[in-house]
């Protein structure tokens, strides 16, 4: 019984393209994020979400629109997908937002190419 | 701009002997720790916390060590075992701005 799933683990697609990640929790967390790991192994937020109303935006071009149609679900759209977007996209959740820890998913590898 | 510095790359450690993994910060801001270990294909997974009230948390073979003044933390593990082989990654947070800042990770090798 995974806490914070997100499919798909692997995503490889060609340059231009439109794509979807989608993350769900089952811990009845209010609070879910996406986080970016970069070639140089950087974790770094992209957005954050809290009760469904976004509250982080990390100056993350507008190709990537975050959308949350519940409290347990918050899914990552990519538009025009361009050959830096690669990376592995790890979606978190986490009760509340002081001091408390997130639980992250598995990640999505996504490959452009 | 790193606010938040593991300078090892990698560390590597006898089974049985202490694992120390250390973690800089900049923003005096932050208040609160983490520990986060990661296995390859995985997603991070929690460890251990602190709070800036405090300068020492202990959870079974793990202990997060605080240095306010100096901005410094460290994660001990003792005994080491060749299961907490991954990477460590330090992160910092402060009061409610929704968000984790992690270091670059380090990877923690024990040997057999």
């Known amino acids: 019984d995974t806490a914070v799933s997100q499919t798909p683990k692997y995503l490889v697609t060609q340059m231009g393209n439109d794509k979807s990640i989608k993350c769900e929790q089952n811990?009845?967390?209010?609070?879910m994020y996406w986080y970016k790991q970069d070639s140089k192994k950087f974790l770094k937020i992209m957005f954050s979400?809290?009760?469904?109303?976004?509250?982080i935006n990390e100056t993350v071009p507008n190709r990537f629109s975050p959308k949350s149609p519940d409290k347990a679900h918050l899914n990552l759209h990519i538009n025009s997908l361009e050959l830096g977007d690669s990376a592995v996209y790890f979606c978190?959740?986490?009760?509340?937002?002081?001091?408390?820890?997130?639980?992250f998913g598995q990640g999505t590898r996504l490959t452009v190419v | 701009d790193q606010q938040v510095k593991q300078n090892s790359p990698s560390l590597s450690v006898q089974e049985g002997r202490i694992s120390i993994l250390n973690c800089d910060y900049t923003?005096?801001?932050?208040?609160?720790f983490l520990w986060y270990k990661k296995y390859p294909a995985e997603g991070p997974t929690f460890l251990i916390s602190?709070?800036?009230?405090?300068d020492k948390n202990e959870d079974g073979r793990f202990t997060v060590f605080l240095n306010k003044s100096a901005k410094h933390l460290s994660l001990h593990i003792v005994p080491s075992q060749p299961g907490d082989s991954a990477v460590y990654f330090c992160?910092?947070?402060?009061?409610?701005?929704?968000?984790?800042?992690f270091g670059k990770g380090t990877l923690l090798t024990v040997n057999p």
């Open positions: 992160a910092a947070m402060w009061g409610s701005n929704y968000k984790l800042t």
């Open positions: 923003n005096s801001m932050f208040d609160y």
């Open positions: 811990l009845g967390h209010d609070t």
């Open positions: 978190a959740s986490s009760q509340g937002t002081v001091n408390t820890e997130a639980f």
């Open positions: 602190i709070s800036s009230i405090k």
């Open positions: 979400y809290n009760n469904k109303e976004l509250i």
